[in-house]
């Protein structure tokens, strides 16, 4: 089974502090992407990586910046957190090909006050 | 460019009532793959099918069935005989040609009351 984790569940951080947000996974894949979920505006993607130490914007990617060191494990920092982004973070992976599906890790919900 | 579009935002069913959620896809790619996924409570997104453009059998497994219609550019997604657990958001997505992600709808939250 293919397993993605991320460091925490659960975050509370303050206004300006650096936040780190760690995901791993242990299948091999090619690709690792960090979404946002927001209650009415469905998932999106703030960067993705589709190799080591590549990376790519996604839809929201102001605010935030990513690293990806090692081929299982893609970090997002948040450089100086701001309320507008206490929201629930999505970790997925998925092997190279178009035709793969992505798999999730459980999410962080990040609060920041 | 591709889109997903879920147009119910939420459906409310009584359990044992059957509920089909509507996917509507749009691209410009022959070749493309269609998923769902499902996200309980607890937060995680969990994988449930993964449909290529050239297969339109419909495909069941137990409860769920999906029904594939390229002329109508759609993806619905059945659940027969609901059961409260099958309370949650329900995602479809979309993957066509290019190592790029994933394109989401902005989900259906189904609830099922006993």
């Known amino acids: 089974d293919v397993k993605v984790t991320q460091s925490s569940r659960y975050l509370v951080k303050r206004t300006g502090e650096k936040v780190f947000l760690e995901c791993v996974q242990d299948m091999d894949h090619e690709n690792m992407f960090w979404y946002r979920q927001d209650p009415g505006l469905g998932l999106r993607l703030i960067y993705f990586?589709?190799?080591?130490?590549?990376?790519e914007k996604g839809d929201i990617p102001e605010g935030y910046s990513v690293s990806r060191e090692k081929k299982e494990r893609f970090s997002l920092i948040l450089e100086s957190a701001s309320t507008n982004q206490t929201s629930m973070y999505l970790c997925?992976?998925?092997?190279?090909?178009?035709?793969?599906?992505?798999?999730f890790g459980p999410g962080t919900r990040l609060t920041v006050t | 460019a591709q889109k997903v579009t879920q147009a119910q935002t939420e459906i409310s069913v009584v359990e044992k009532e059957d509920v089909t959620l509507d996917c509507v896809y749009e691209t410009r790619d022959t070749t493309y793959y269609l998923f769902w996924y499902k996200q309980p409570p607890s937060g995680e997104l969990v994988f449930l099918i993964r449909r290529n453009s050239f297969d339109e059998q419909n495909e069941i497994s137990g409860r769920y069935s999906w029904n594939f219609q390229k002329s109508t550019s759609s993806f619905n997604f059945t659940i027969t005989a609901s059961q409260v657990v099958d309370s949650a958001v329900y995602f479809c997505a979309l993957s066509d040609r290019g190592n790029t992600p994933l394109v989401f709808g902005k989900g259906t939250r189904l609830s099922v009351i006993a």
């Open positions: 997925a992976s998925k092997r190279g090909e178009f035709s793969y599906e992505q798999y």
């Open positions: 990586s589709y190799d080591v130490k590549m990376k």
